[in-house]
Structure formats: C-alpha cells, structure tokens
C-alpha cells in the first residue's frame, strides 16, 4: 500500500495550538476551584464588565455551622477559606488574583438604602467567638454563684420580708397627709404650750399659703382656725399680728362662705380695734389688706363697716400716714366700693335681673357709701393724696375723686387748693406727654392721667 503525506496547512496548525492552550488554562481553574472552595459553585458570566472574572451565585449545601459567617456591602470584599456567606449573596471568582470575592445580591442592594446603610454603621457587631466567650463567662458566674447557696437561699437573699415591707408601707401611710390632715396638725402645734413664737409664726405662714385654696380655707373655719387667727389678732406680739392678718385676709379673699362667717365671728370689729390702735407700719398694712379683702363684693360686711364707724377709723389713719402707702391703700379701697355699687346697679337697667342679682341689689341699697364719705369730710381729705410725687398716687386719687364727684361736686368748687393742684398738675403732665410724643411713644400713661383731669375740671365747671 502506498502512503501519500499532506502538505499540514498553517491555519489547522494554529487551531490546534488554541485548543490545547484553552484546556490548560480549564484545568488550570479546576485546580484553584478545587483547593479554595468545597462548595458547589454555579459560574455565571458577567455581561457587565469586560475584565477576566466570573460571576457566581452561592449554592452552598455543606454544613457552615463552624464557620464565620461574613456580612457582605455593596462593594466586592475577599473571602477567606473559612468564611460563609449569607443567603442571596454574589460570590465571584477573580480570575487574576485566584481568590473568591462577596458582595449584596441584587435583591438585597434594592432595598439597601441610605438608612440602612446609617443604621448598619452605628449597631455594633459581634463575632461567633465573641459570642461564645460571652456565653461561656456566663455560665461560669452562674455555676459560681450557685455553689455556696441553694435556690431557696439565693431567692429569698433578693428580696425582703414581708413583714419588713408592711411596717415600711405603714410609715408611708403616717407620711401622707391630706391638707386637712396637715392644718389640723398645724393647729395642734399652734395651740401646744412648748411651741416657741418663732414656731407659731411659721406656722401661720403655711396656714397662709393653704387658705389661697377655696376648701382649705372653709375647712379651717370648720375645725376652729378662725378663732386662732383672731386670737393672733389680739395678740400683743406685733408679728403675730401681722401674720394672723395676712392668714385672715388670704382666706376670705373671694371666698364667701369664709366672708359670712369671719363677720358673724367679730372679725370685722377686731380688724377695726387693730386700726385705731397704735400699731408698727407693717401690721396696719397687713390688717388694711385683711379688711379690703373683707368687704370687696360682700354688701353686707360693707354695711356693717359704715354702721361701726369704718370711716371713721379710715379718716384717722389717712391724716396720720404721712407717707402715702396707707392713704393709697386707704383711697384705693373706698373706690372699688362705689365703683361695685354703680357696676350693680348699670347691670340692673341693662338687663333683665333674676332672683339673685335682684337680692344683690337689694343688698348694695342699703350702703350709703357716698352719704357717709360726705358726711365723714372724705371730699377734703382724698385731693390731699393729690400732693404726692407719686404718679400713681395721684392716678389714684384722680379716681376717687371722679368716683365721689355726686356727691362731692360742691365742695370741689369751693376748693381752691384743689383748683390750684388740678391747673399745676396738668400743666406738668401735658409737658411730659409732648416729651413723649418727641420720643415716638405712643398710649401715654401720663396722657391718661392728661384725661382724668380734664374730665374733673369739666364737671367742676
């Protein structure tokens, strides 16, 4: 038989060079895959990127229980030979270095958001070692703790007696007081023989810090405060005077069951008694307060004031005060008790009364307030408040003084004093509000006072 040789072309030559270059390098990956990775590996090409690495998706169904689990991002991060992956994860292979590498799959970078990346920075990780250790320190303290003392002992070394815990809740009950419970303590101790003065000041000082409460002041008249209090009145210590006015004062001010029965107790003529004798500066101002507090909206109290010579006292104490405090009190109080009674009485023809506005009228008929400020000379004594320096002194008796005009418009005329001091004051007023409109300022409280005097002067002429 005879053999003819061919010519091997160049191109077939080539092509068998390529096949063999390609299977080393397939043996080549079998190799790295086999010493890297026991797990079943499910290469994918990635479209994406053009460089020599492939893609792969973990389908891992070995047992990972020993193995550290790593918490992939959005970046590419190494893995080490004994590392897991969570589930849904991409795991490639990079071609040029040999070495597996992780990143977040794709269902999982679309719902990783800038709070969830917020939230992974701040929380603090552990490792499984970390967590074993933690474990095991517990259960070491557990079993030390537990050889020298049974069960039994150990529970009941945490908690207390019963016992212990019902004398405890005992003296709490003791500790708790209701404000009644609280003033009858302070009266006992106002009453005792070993309390000290200073103690009974003190002692009157919360009493008047509780009566500002509408109940605690008709529980303290219920269980025989309001004798107490009169008691201090009388008193030849000038504090506890004081302080036994301010109690009285603060508990009947707007409070009318207290108002009704500190008058059927003879606060009012105690009050008075106070007045007319020679007492320091401060407990005339404390009792001053006590009667305004008193008076105000309660006719009855007012009519019992005029009719026990109430004025009287007043006109006493206002010549004496030379320096303006008490006669401003003074002046103050007599104006918010006409201005009541024509409030009560523009309310009658305004409006259809019922029953109780009708007695209220009824009532303020019976005060002849104004009858008895003429009577009295309140119409020479109140333009003397118009002497003071004080702005708001003279606000004030501008006030009264437009307030008792019905009846004192006659011996305004005849005042030439009076006349004098109104000329001079408005003068000295209407300078200060030019001043004012210089500035820029506007509602003037001097124009007020600008305006009641011209008011006065209108109804003088």
């Known amino acids: 038989m005879r053999f003819t040789s061919r010519p091997v072309r160049k191109s077939s030559f080539s092509s068998f060079i390529l096949t063999v270059v390609l299977l080393l390098h397939c043996c080549h990956i079998t190799s790295i895959l086999g010493q890297n990775s026991e797990s079943a590996l499910t290469v994918v090409e990635n479209t994406e990127e053009g460089d020599e690495e492939e893609e792969v998706t973990v389908v891992d ?262 320096g303006g405090v008490l006669r401003t009190r003074i002046v103050t109080m007599l104006y918010d008790m006409i201005s009541e009674k024509e409030l009560i009485s523009q309310a009658g023809l305004d409006s259809v009364l019922d029953a109780s506005h009708e007695e209220r009228v009824r009532q303020y008929s019976k005060v002849s307030l104004q009858g008895h400020l003429l009577e009295k000379g309140w119409c020479s004594l109140v333009p003397q408040l118009l002497e003071s320096t004080e702005h708001d002194y003279r606000e004030k008796g501008l006030r009264a003084l437009l307030a008792m005009a019905p009846v004192c418009l006659d011996q305004y005329r005849s005042d030439s004093a009076l006349l004098d001091s109104l000329l001079s004051l408005k003068d000295q007023y209407q300078e200060m509000v030019q001043s004012e409109m210089i500035l820029g300022e506007e509602n003037s409280y001097f124009a007020e006072i600008v305006e009641l005097i011209d008011v006065l002067q209108v109804k003088m002429k």
């Open 61 to 322: 169904d070995n047992d990972e229980e020993d193995l550290e689990v790593v918490q992939p991002t959005e970046q590419w991060q190494t893995l080490k030979p004994d590392q897991a992956v969570p589930p849904g994860s991409h795991v490639r292979l990079n071609l040029q270095t040999g070495e597996r590498e992780v990143r977040l799959g794709e269902e999982q970078l679309k719902y990783w958001t800038q709070e969830h990346r917020e939230k992974e920075e701040t929380q603090s990780s552990f490792s499984p070692d970390e967590l074993k250790r933690a474990m095991k320190k517990i259960k070491e303290d557990l079993s030390l703790s537990g050889k020298d003392t049974s069960p039994q002992e150990s529970v009941t070394s945490k908690y207390r007696p019963l016992e212990e815990l019902k004398k405890d809740m005992a003296q709490l009950d003791i500790l708790v007081e209701t404000d009644v419970q609280i003033m009858r303590r302070l009266l006992d101790q106002f009453n005792s023989s070993n309390s000290t003065t200073e103690q009974r000041l003190g002692i009157l000082l919360e009493l008047e810090y509780m009566v500002h409460q509408v109940d605690n002041a008709q529980n303290l008249c219920s269980m025989g405060g309001l004798q107490v209090v009169l008691e201090g009145l009388n008193s030849s210590d000038f504090r506890l005077q004081e302080n036994s006015a301010f109690v009285l004062g603060s508990a009947v001010s707007s409070n009318p069951v207290v108002q009704v029965k500190a008058v059927e107790s003879g606060a009012l003529q105690t009050l008075l008694t106070t007045l007319a004798t020679v007492q320091p500066l401060s407990v005339k101002k404390k009792v001053l307060f006590a009667v305004a507090s008193l008076l105000r909206h309660f006719p009855y109290a007012q009519h019992h004031f005029l009719s026990h010579g109430g004025l009287q006292v007043l006109s006493e104490l206002f010549r004496a005060d030379g």
